[in-house]
């Protein structure tokens, strides 16, 4: 029997280490155990993570544009 180790159909089935914004969320786990409790001084990071998970959304959304329920 083959493996294949192949992509899973649905983002929400992979795993989260696979997305391409955990660099940037580990970064932000990094910052607040450096920090503690001061969360301002981790902002940058946050934002950084926020504009990949909006870009990660909408790249998720246009390709669900091209699957149809139907076909």
Excluded: I, W
């Excluded at 983002?11 to 001061?38: I, N, V, W």
Aim: proline share 4%; hydrophobic share 25%; net charge positive.
């Amino acid at each position: 029997m083959e493996s294949k180790a192949a992509a899973p159909p649905y983002q929400s089935s992979a795993r989260f280490a696979d997305s391409q914004c955990y660099p940037q969320y580990t970064a932000s786990l990094k910052c607040l155990e450096e920090f503690g409790s001061d969360k301002s001084k981790c902002q940058e990071h946050f934002d950084v993570y926020k504009e990949c998970k909006k870009k990660e959304r909408e790249a998720r959304l246009e390709r669900n544009k091209s699957r149809s329920l139907f076909s």
